[in-house]
């Protein structure tokens, strides 16, 4: 039956790659080198095969259940239990076994700010947990405990995917699975992948870097640190701690892609201290810009979410010169969406006094584009 | 075997065998037949539940559906308004809206409006700015209707005439509130048809503020809806916000959208209101029998009574106020219904013309006890 | 170039006979998979019922699970509706419901809809063959959506088997249920979970909520059919069912075994030898590694049932057959359920058994109270309803008594034999024997001696005959229950279903209570013959069990020509019976 699941595959290549359908070819060079009658003899065997698998549909499935992909590694999650216990503050969390020696790869959080960490594997077994290290910038910790031969997620056979993968989210979220039982699953897809940075002030997280965003409620209290893989059981992400879309007050579900965590989960390992990484988010300038630099005067800023209008500009001024006029609404600046004037003037402490901006105003109905760049001296 | 190669013999082509000069031709009716037989193979394979291979088919089908809608699917920004209504708290993220009209429209949740943006700028899929104007809002399925000014005609989506969506098929909530460039989705079924009234059809795909606005389409790319929180219970501009990711949320039928845009082009459109009061606290059980009218309502104007029990509307027969709340709560103030009613042994018939007015549908609001243990 | 052609070709006949046009043909599959689910879902709703208080102020969901009529909901569903109820489906029309039995420990309740005698049920199917990350579909009606009764329907798939989840105080615990993704919203209570075929696993009940308030966060949890199948019988008794307990705790030792910590003297178990430090092996077929594996699977059974548990002790595994004992006293059950209901507690924490000030685990608004709702019951409900202490619906358990009683008097007729009843034969370690049962008393003769015992004497001063734990009072009861029918007994009511060692199927058991001693009839349910007689002198003795087998005709009554007598762990003798005269 691989055969014919090879098929499968390659029509679904075909439909990817637009390549020509491997099945097709490999019969027909097949066809075409044998005799008539040998050919013929392949073929019907091939159809014999078919017909037989037609009609039991059930018996010979040669392709695994999502419970069979299950069985296999819903023993690499794990149970983390530690401080907290107060205050809303569940005393535990998820985790995964990255290593057969006991290497677990989980969350920092509070849970683990304690010398007894406990470890509960998907069959009971329970083990006293070791804080090998952090990377706080990323949010991430490694557990050590002291076991060999564990079931385990490779995490260099982790794979990167796009929006609209099947996943199921493996984690022990509101610390259902209690005894020698398995942590709980759900199912979904990736929503999207998107970067936690994209919005300034969105997302109350230190980790910046991309996520991908689930359809699944999977960010409970105790599910951080539980894996996300494919439906094929492949490594694809960790499930991260709760987040507040501050934008529309929504609970993110979301998990951060592996290939983002390897590098300080291997320096955490080896002992390293790991280097600070380059994406780190924008830091504010020691000099910014200021819209009095500009010669702006925003109209006066009474509500919640004043717009951000014009109301007159300081004559000779750097923007009086590039063409802003009274009464346009301020949008964009350098790209970035402005909402309001506080987020404007926000928006302003992180570029530098000397740079060029871009403004994207709307006058009259029309998106009108101004650079504008601010000069000591108020001349150019 | 045996059998099998008599069988097959008796293929008019298959007999050819034997001849050098068809063997091309002969190695293509197998491959005919294998192909034909692989089709069958094929879908018995993966009509069996708890496939993976089904499921990674399932899985491109979803991409290719969201693709498909994708040229459809706009992201709207909104600047300045206000920051809460009542008490609760307004985002200010960006929303989602759907192209209905080559030439600019574009419909979306009026949740992503109700702080009244001073300015909204819609990004089309290919990543062009545009300023929008809101021209009008149906405030019976809370939708508003925006309008830009495009370069080149838009793309309008393919829908799912209402008569074929079906409870249980797949259902994929498409937003593009997180990334202009790509569109954000979630899968679910769709839940049930005919709910808040008969305005909405349900999904329980992860719905939220991520895709208001949005389409929900099949799983051939097709739109069955427009995303937007809705309750049966209440009239209220946020009901049904509260549900948001809960599996539980609606969509308003596209073909309702698509049939009422040249009203809708024209101005806002208001839920009709009759003005009478019904019997029972739970409208699923509630008798029928009207007991009160207000004063000037178009029930008291069209000659209503307390005590007449409703039996039908516009032909359709009335068991319980659920039906009553059902006809009328789909239609637009201005809209007309024949309503015949028991008044004691007689029965009459009245015309009536739905009104705008703020007491919501007339009939009032209800608060019922939704049974489920919890542990905290 | 051909090659591309003939795809083509194939393609669109494949698209023609399925309908559909310009589609790829991967999606075809996908559709056929979409249309099987849609026809699944279409037939499964057809069985759902939206639970309405007549009230009209709250509600819930159920499933009808029988033709003629009998649902399952929760226990904190029908709690507020008293004892009628209105039930809508999806034909779209509003039925009368009454209630029928209550099993509050375990939140289900069992009533009964009226007006028809074909209503589409839920095909039950075997909820321990459910393994995670099977599809499953939830329907019901969360938040009163279903205004016209069509059900919502949620998709999901199950994400743990053999959960536990804690109870309020003892009501509604969760034992061995199954957790899914599916939404499951407030309304949904009630109302069943399918598997990927349509068939019922379970029924959704409780949900764990995040701190964004009563809506679903991915988990969910429903009691397993086959939990409910186990109390079926008791529910259709009209009681109050109670759940079971094995009178014995246990701990984890140092080295992770389950042992006995505390056992009560007067217990079952003690009595089949569970002493402290025993290590629990496995419990009703299940292995048992923690203590919550054991609590976990105790939920599962009901009060009374027999079920096999093995011990460790040094070294050697005992395999005894447990009777259980019930949780709660009959008045302690009966105040609770008075009560509110509590709040579950979290994990961990000690069940309050203060009131607190959340009211019903049902939510809504603060103000809810336990409302006996004056509206009048329909006349169809008062024909099935009747009060009594200490029961649900007393109707049903009067209906169940008169069914198993009239299939029995049929197939023995034995009611018009007024007379001594005689049964001789010969045992079956040899020697003959001789039984005499008349109103006042019963008489047994053996070669080596003679026993007797009296009417009058049932408060079990004399067990007669020695070591038989009361055989001629059991003989005597047997007799009584026969002649004399369910009214003059003494209290005759039907207790539920019971297994039978040896059997695969349950018993019907009747209870008959006369003069303080408590005698149990076993029946099969099939063709109403008397399997066996349990008699229980005292309450913390074992007793008299008296199993009738090898029936054969005579005289023109099918009777037992075998008739085994056990007491405790022990064979008290075989009977085999070659005459009987009535």
């Given amino acids: 039956m691989q055969i014919l699941f090879d098929h499968l595959a390659a029509v679904l290549a075909r439909r990817v790659d637009s390549k020509p359908p491997g099945l097709s070819r490999r019969k027909l060079s097949a066809g075409t080198s044998l005799t008539a009658r040998r050919a013929s003899t392949a073929a019907k065997f091939f159809l014999f095969a078919l017909l037989v698998h037609t009609c039991s549909s059930h018996s010979l499935a040669a392709g695994a259940s999502t419970a069979e992909v299950l069985d296999r590694i819903q023993p690499n999650v794990v149970k983390i239990y530690g401080a907290g216990g107060f205050r809303g503050l569940e005393p535990y969390q998820s985790g995964m076994i990255v290593s057969a020696d006991g290497h677990i790869l989980t969350v920092f959080s509070y849970v683990l700010d304690t010398d007894q960490i406990t470890a509960v594997l998907a069959d009971g077994r329970r083990f006293e947990a070791r804080l090998l290290g952090a990377d706080p910038r990323l949010d991430v910790a490694v557990l050590k405990i002291d076991a060999a031969e564990l079931p385990h997620f490779d995490l260099g056979e982790a794979v990167e995917v796009d929006a609209g993968t099947r996943i199921l989210a493996l984690s022990n979220l509101f610390g259902i699975a209690i005894g020698n039982e398995p942590a709980s699953v759900q199912h979904g897809v990736v929503s999207v992948k998107t970067g936690l940075a994209a919005r300034r002030g969105v997302f109350n997280s230190v980790y910046r870097g991309p996520v991908y965003v689930l359809d699944a409620a999977t960010n409970n209290p105790g599910a951080a640190g539980g894996a996300l893989v494919t439906r094929t059981g492949q490594l694809v992400g960790m499930i991260g701690k709760e987040l507040r879309n501050a934008l529309n007050h929504t609970w993110l579900n979301y998990a951060l892609p592996i290939g983002q965590l390897r590098e300080s989960v291997e320096a955490i390992r080896a002992g390293r201290l790991v280097a600070a990484r380059q994406d780190e988010p924008k830091q504010k300038p020691a000099r910014s810009l200021r819209l009095e630099m500009l010669g702006i005067v925003l109209v006066p800023d009474v509500l919640e979410r004043t717009p951000p209008y014009v109301d007159h500009l300081r004559s000779g001024s750097p923007a009086a010169r590039a063409g802003l006029r009274p009464d346009d609404l301020i949008l964009l600046v350098g790209g970035r969406l402005i909402t309001s004037c506080k987020v404007l003037n926000e928006e302003m402490e992180y570029i530098d006094f000397e740079d060029r901006i871009r403004l994207t105003v709307l006058r009259g109905g029309e998106l009108v584009e101004l650079d504008l760049q601010y000069s000591a001296n108020g001349e150019e | 075997m ?172 498409v937003g593009r509130a997180f990334d202009s460039k790509q569109p954000n989705m979630s899968v679910g079924i769709l839940s049930a048809r005919n709910r808040i009234w008969g305005k909405a059809v349900q999904t329980d795909a992860a719905v939220s503020p991520n895709n208001y606005g949005g389409p929900l389409i099949d799983v051939r790319g097709r ?51 009759i003005g009478i009061a019904l019997k029972g606290k739970n409208p699923s059980i509630g008798e029928p029998v009207i007991t009160a009218c207000r004063k000037d309502s178009p029930a008291a104007k069209a000659g209503l009574k307390p005590g007449d029990r409703i039996v039908e509307i516009d032909g359709k027969k009335i068991a319980r106020t659920a039906d009553v709340k059902e006809q009328l709560g789909r239609r637009y103030a201005g809209d007309k219904v024949s309503i015949v009613v028991l008044r004691g042994q007689q029965r009459i018939e009245y015309q009536v013309e739905l009104e705008v007015r703020d007491w919501g549908l007339g009939i009032r609001d209800w608060n019922p006890v939704f049974h489920l243990d919890s542990n905290p | 170039m051909k090659r591309a052609v003939i795809i083509v070709l194939l393609l669109g006949i494949a698209t023609t006979a399925f309908g559909r046009t310009e589609q790829p043909p991967i999606i075809q599959a996908v559709l056929e998979a979409e249309a099987a689910r849609v026809a699944v879902m279409n037939r499964a709703k057809e069985a759902v019922v939206a639970v309405f208080s007549p009230g009209g102020k709250g509600g819930g969901s159920g499933v009808v699970v029988t033709a003629d009529g009998y649902a399952l909901t929760n226990f904190h569903v029908v709690k507020p509706c008293g004892n ?3 039930c809508g489906m999806a034909d779209g029309k509003l039925y009368d419901a009454v209630i029928v039995g209550i099993d509050p420990a ?76 599916a939404s499951i919203n407030p309304g949904n209570s009630g109302g069943p979970l399918f598997d990927a075929r349509g068939r019922l696993i379970g029924i959704n009940g409780r949900a764990s909520f995040e701190k964004r308030g009563r809506v679903n966060v991915g988990v969910a949890y429903a009691v397993s059919i086959n939990q409910i199948k186990n109390f079926m019988g008791h529910l259709r008794s009209g009681r109050i069912v109670d759940h079971a307990t094995l009178g014995a705790t246990v701990a984890p030792d140092e080295d992770g075994r389950v042992v006995v910590g505390d056992i009560l003297e007067n217990c079952d178990a003690y009595r089949r030898g569970l002493r402290y430090d025993d290590e629990v092996v496995s419990f009703g077929g299940r292995p048992i590694s923690t203590p919550n594996d054991l609590k976990n699977v105790l939920g599962i059974f009901p009060k009374g049932w027999r ?70 019951m329909p006349e169809i409900v008062k024909k099935h309803f009747q009060q009594k202490r200490g029961y649900a619906n007393y109707y049903f358990n009067k209906l169940n008594r008169q069914r198993v009683l009239k299939a029995w008097a049929e197939q023995s007729d034995t009611a018009d034999c007024g007379g001594a009843w005689t049964l001789a034969g010969e045992l079956s370690g040899g020697g003959a024997y001789r039984f005499e049962l008349t109103d006042s008393g019963a008489r047994l003769e053996l070669p080596s001696a003679e026993f007797q015992w009296a009417a009058g004497d049932e408060s079990g001063a004399s067990l007669e005959p020695p070591q038989s734990g009361g055989l001629l009072l059991a003989l005597y009861l047997w007799r009584r229950l026969a002649l004399l029918g369910p009214e003059q007994f003494g209290e005759v009511s039907y207790l539920g279903a019971f297994p039978v060692v040896g059997r695969k199927e349950n018993a019907d058991v009747l209870l008959g209570l006369h003069g303080g001693v408590e005698c149990r009839f076993l029946f099969d349910p099939a063709d109403g013959r008397l399997l066996a007689v349990e008699m229980f002198a005292t309450e913390d003795a074992d007793p008299c069990e008296v199993l009738f087998t090898e029936y054969r005709e005579l005289n023109g009554r099918l009777l037992p020509s075998r008739m085994e007598v056990r007491h405790g762990d022990d064979l008290y003798g075989v009977f085999k019976i070659d005459a009987n005269t009535f």
């Fill in chain 2, 2 to 173: 045996d059998d099998l190669r008599c069988k097959f013999g008796h293929h008019p082509q298959a007999s050819a065998c034997g001849y050098e000069g068809y063997l091309f031709e002969i190695s293509k009716t197998f491959q005919t037949l294998l192909l034909l037989v692989w089709l069958i193979g094929y879908v018995a394979i993966v009509s069996a539940d708890d496939r993976i291979e089904l499921e990674m088919l399932e899985q491109e089908a979803f991409r290719a559906a969201v693709e498909r809608v994708a040229p459809s699917v706009v992201q709207i920004e909104t600047v300045g308004g206000l920051e809460r209504v009542g008490k609760v708290l307004l985002g200010t993220g960006p929303t989602t809206g759907l192209i209905v009209d080559p030439e600019g429209y574009i419909v979306s949740s009026a949740f992503g409006f109700l702080h009244r943006p001073a300015s909204i700028l819609v990004r089309l899929p290919d990543g062009v700015l545009k300023p929008a104007e809101l021209v009008s809002t149906d405030h019976s399925r809370m939708i508003v209707l925006l309008k830009i000014e495009p370069d080149r005609p838009l793309t309008v989506p393919e829908i799912v005439p209402a008569g074929e969506m079906r409870v249980g098929q797949w259902a994929i909530a």
């Fill in chain 2, 223 to 273: 739109v069955l809806g427009v995303l937007v929180p809705l309750s049966p219970h209440s009239a209220n501009r946020l009901a049904g916000y509260k549900w948001y990711d809960s599996g539980v949320a609606f969509a308003v039928p596209a073909e309702h959208i698509f049939k009422t845009l040249p009203r809708f082009r024209k101005g806002d459109l208001h839920g009709g209101v």
């Fill in chain 3, 84 to 86: 009628a109820m209105k």
């Fill in chain 3, 106 to 181: 375990g939140d289900i309740a069992l009533i009964k809809l009226f007006g028809r005698d074909d209503f589409p049920c839920a095909e039950p199917a075997d909820s321990d063959l459910v393994q995670p990350g099977d599809w499953c579909f939830a329907m019901g009606n969360p938040f009163m959506l279903a205004t016209d009764f069509q059900p919502t329907v949620t998709y999901g798939i199950v994400s743990g088997v053999h959960r536990y989840q804690y109870p309020a105080g003892t009501l509604l615990e969760y034992t061995d249920c199954i957790q899914t993704d």
């Fill in chain 3, 307 to 376: 079920v096999p548990l093995s011990f460790r002790r040094d070294g050697r595994r005992h395999d005894v057959l447990v009777r259980l004992a019930g949780l709660h006293t009959a008045e302690e059950l009966l105040s609770k359920i008075k009560g509110r209901l509590l709040p579950s507690p979290k994990p961990g924490e000690k069940p309050k058994l203060k009131l607190p000030k959340i009211p019903l685990p049902g939510g809504g608004p603060k103000k809810t109270k336990l409302v006996r709702p004056r509206i009048p």
